[in-house]
């Protein structure tokens, strides 16, 4: 039996592509070559912070913009695309290309003003802490 890895949002995004196709159906069916995408990310969260990896391969780190405004982490950006035109030979594209954005909305225990963002290999890692005030404190109980 294999196991499946539950994807909550697969749903959403089948159904955002769904809407995208007719409102905007190109010439040749495809959905790789677009203008807008949204890369992959994966959240996390241990006892100081929460991370955030961001697939962007291809995206120079100059082109990627990372803001944190009234408790909302956006990511967007642009990957620029080469085409090329070759009259004799058919070539199919299938990597994204165009802007991107992401937004998050934060827990009021994350603090915005000391969030870190690191660029390696492709994948972009958000690093945001918790505030003090927003971590638990283990109260010791005393006996009488």
Known sequence: MAIQRYRPLSLLDELQREMNTIFHTPAVESSFNSEEWSPAV???EDENGFTIHADLPGV???DIEVTAENGVLTIKGQRESHKEEDKDNF???ERFSGQF?????LPERA???NITAHSRDGV???TIP???EGKPRRIEVKVD
Not at 101 to 105: A, I, K, N, P
């Open 42 to 44: 994966d959240i996390s």
């Open 60 to 62: 120079k780190s100059n």
């Open 91 to 93: 070539r199919r594209i």
């Open 101 to 105: 954005m992401r937004r998050f909305t």
């Open 111 to 113: 603090d915005l003003q």
């Open 124 to 126: 972009l890692e958000l």
């Open 130 to 132: 918790k505030s003090a």
